[in-house]
């Protein structure tokens, strides 16, 4: 039987006015079969959305080809309907009203689509509320709607981009079993459903199958078969060994350049402050041992992903060591969580220094200025040249905030000017 989605070789790279090109996607190779859960995980930024656009054809790849059904796509997917992280609904539209727009390109009569999507909305839950407005719901609720107006259209495969991400744990839980159910019960007609999340728990809680991308660009590192019964149990040493295989696969890093070679995509700094790192780093100190990840994230009573950048930004700077899912202090981890308030701020500088080139490379330039500063604007677009404006304005002030903690620079938020502690 030939393959419900095909992705051959897609490459996809952004043309950026006034800098360097950015490849998103590199030679991604991907089969959807009918009946298949499929769950793709990357790191933020590191090209999930794209790469569900494009199988929706909302955008075009670079080079590659999409097929649906044995039949190569050219522009929009007839076979698919996209959930969104951000809900997507027009305010100024009832429910229903929001929901029909899923049969947008239907040759179907008025009264036809707001049937069909009444009968949808009551098998998503939302009986009763198809002349609410978006407004007057919860979040989960509005979720419901969002996926009712993918569901609407019958698609045979459903995509949905971090669909969850936005809802309070609760709401997530109740929407992904409820999501859960009506898929495996076929109360649905979906043959397939693609989930893009950097919720690993999630992956595994949902799909048949993970695919793992790394970032920047963004290829596919690893393919797992979940090979665990439903419904799953979050707390069973099996679903914990997957999620800890998943994860210890995801903080491995790729090589990294040697420093003060040119910034690269992989010089993206995790977004974590100095204060929290510090407070996890006293955390490691405490348990004084090597510990499973999935244990920590227990004991924080945080979900594993949000301890991801925690985890590479103090790997990045080499205080902690990850090995196959565990994660322990190394020695300067240890001597800067035993070490005074000022000592620290020393330890730090140090690790910045050796193991964050753009670190080393704003220093220089304002130490070759007469005046020791320099406006913010410069460095950004520094930055920009590798990341993009909106990611480089926020990698800047994480960078300042690591800076100012380590007592390398200050920065004068009226005049938004960088300047040279003094003696540095
Ligand atoms: P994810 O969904 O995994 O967080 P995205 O697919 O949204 O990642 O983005 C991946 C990268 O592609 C980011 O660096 C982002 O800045 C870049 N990117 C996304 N869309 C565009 C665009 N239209 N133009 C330029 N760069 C883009
Ligand atoms: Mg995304």
New binding site residues.
């Given amino acids: 039987m030939d393959n419900l989605l095909e992705l051959k070789g897609i490459n996809k790279t ?1 043309k ?1 006015k006034g800098s360097d090109d ?1 490849v ?1 996607l590199e030679d991604i190779n991907l089969q959807v079969k009918e009946g298949e859960f499929l769950a793709v995980l ?10 569900l656009r494009i199988i929706a054809g909302l955008i075009p790849s670079t080079s590659g080809t999409v097929s649906y059904l044995g039949r190569q796509i050219h522009g929009v997917n007839p076979g698919v309907a996209m959930v969104f992280q951000s809900f997507a609904l027009f305010p100024w539209l009832t429910v229903v009203e929001n929901v029909m727009l899923g049969l947008e390109r239907k040759k179907m009569s008025t009264e036809m689509k707001k049937e069909k999507s009444m009968q949808v909305l009551d098998i998503v839950g939302l009986d009763g509320f198809e002349n609410a407005y978006p407004k007057e719901l919860s979040g989960g609720m509005r979720q419901r709607v969002g996926i009712g107006r993918a569901l609407v259209s019958e698609p045979d495969i459903l995509l949905m ?1 971090e669909a969850f991400s936005a809802l309070d744990v609760l709401t997530a839980e109740n929407l992904r079993r409820d999501l859960l159910e009506l898929w495996l019960e076929k109360k649905i007609p979906t043959k397939s459903i693609v989930l ?1 999340t950097h919720g690993i728990e999630e992956a595994v809680y949902m799909a048949d199958r993970a695919v793992i991308l790394s970032s920047g660009p963004a290829t596919i590192i690893k393919n797992i078969n979940i090979d665990l019964p439903r419904w799953r149990d979050r707390k069973s040493a099996e679903f914990l060994a997957y999620v800890d295989e998943i994860y210890s696969i995801m903080t491995k890093k790729k090589d990294r350049t040697t420093p003060l070679q040119v910034l690269s995509k992989k010089d993206i700094i995790p977004a974590v402050s100095a204060g929290a790192l510090t407070g996890f780093l006293e955390l490691l100190e405490d348990l004084n041992e090597k510990t499973d990840l999935y244990k920590l994230a227990d004991r924080f009573v945080m979900d594993m992903e949000d301890f991801l950048p925690l985890i590479e930004a103090s790997t990045l700077l080499h205080f902690t060591k990850v090995t196959e899912g565990d994660i322990e202090l190394t020695d300067y981890g240890t001597e800067f969580a035993r070490a005074s308030v000022l000592d620290r701020k020393k330890l730090f500088r140090r690790q910045l220094l050796k193991h964050v080139p753009f670190v080393k490379k704003m220093l220089t330039i304002l130490q070759s200025k007469s005046n020791k500063q320099m406006n913010i604007e410069f460095f950004e677009e520094l930055l920009t040249r590798t ?2 404006e ?2 480089a304005h926020q990698q800047l002030e994480w960078l300042i905030g690591w800076e100012r903690y380590a007592e390398l620079i200050e920065y004068d938020d009226n005049r938004e000017i960088i300047y040279l502690e003094e003696n540095v």
């Fill in positions: 952004f950026i950015s998103v990357g790191p933020s930024g590191s090209g999930k959305s794209t790469l981009d893009i990341f993009g909106t990611v």
